[in-house]
């Protein structure tokens, strides 16, 4: 049996080929990545506010009570106590109707805004640490947490200074009773579309 060749004193030697991969690269490295990250954060965060002003141009009460009659067009008549139907946006889908929510989605939590407070800024956190630690071509996890930022900001916003988010927009459908707002639209996008990714989408180990 022949021995295998031996590289001669006169050639370089033969390559080892590597056996480690190179490090992917991250997001916080690409143009693109941020762009897809702060984009919808960014106009999702202005949309949100934007819209809350235009629906409650004179603020909220800090009376909980009063909460409930705040806004354009309140749930409940002012002057009649009764329950009023919302405005048409999109007739039969999309109406609007104005109040001013001190829980959590569905209205759990009544009251509990500082522990909602204090867990949107870990939220956010968490949100940056995600991005910044996502390969650079992960490009619907970036626009996933802008989204998700968006909904985070504009409800930690509300929080912050009026002591509960303002709601004010409701569909016409008997089992989905709730009112909600852009930053609540803009979760109920981001969280799902970041879950169905991770789920199915198997990341490269190479950029």
């Known amino acids: 049996m022949s021995e295998p060749a031996r590289d001669s004193p006169g050639n370089p030697p033969t390559p080892v080929p590597s056996a480690t991969t190179p490090a992917m690269a991250r997001a916080h490295t690409s143009v693109l990545a941020w762009l897809l990250f702060l984009l919808p954060a960014i106009l999702g965060t202005a949309g949100d506010l934007w819209l809350k002003a235009c629906s409650f141009p004179f603020g909220v009460?800090?009376?909980?009570?009063?909460?409930?009659?705040?806004?354009?067009?309140?749930?409940?008549?002012?002057?009649?106590?009764?329950?009023?139907?919302?405005?048409?946006?999109?007739?039969?889908?999309l109406g609007f109707t104005t109040i001013v929510n001190q829980g959590a989605v569905f209205g759990i939590g009544q009251g509990?805004?500082?522990?909602?407070?204090?867990?949107?800024?870990?939220?956010?956190?968490?949100?940056?640490?995600?991005?910044?630690?996502?390969g650079a071509r992960h490009h619907v996890v970036h626009l996933a947490l802008g989204l998700i930022t968006a909904g985070a900001l504009g409800n930690l916003y509300d929080r912050a200074v009026y002591h509960g988010v303002r709601d004010m927009?409701?569909?016409?459908?008997?089992?989905?009773?709730?009112?909600?707002?852009?930053?609540?639209?803009?979760?109920?996008?981001?969280?799902?579309?970041?879950?169905?990714?991770?789920?199915?989408?198997?990341?490269?180990?190479?950029?």
């Open 169 to 207: 927009l409701r569909f016409y459908v008997d089992w989905y009773p709730y009112i909600f707002n852009v930053a609540d639209a803009l979760l109920c996008v981001g969280v799902p579309l970041l879950i169905v990714r991770w789920i199915f989408v198997k990341d490269e180990r190479n950029p």
């Open 112 to 134: 509990k805004v500082t522990w909602f407070l204090a867990f949107s800024v870990l939220a956010l956190g968490i949100i940056l640490w995600v991005f910044v630690t996502s």
């Open 61 to 93: 009460p800090t009376d909980p009570l009063l909460m409930r009659l705040a806004g354009l067009h309140p749930g409940i008549d002012e002057k009649t106590g009764l329950a009023q139907a919302p405005l048409p946006v999109i007739p039969k889908v």
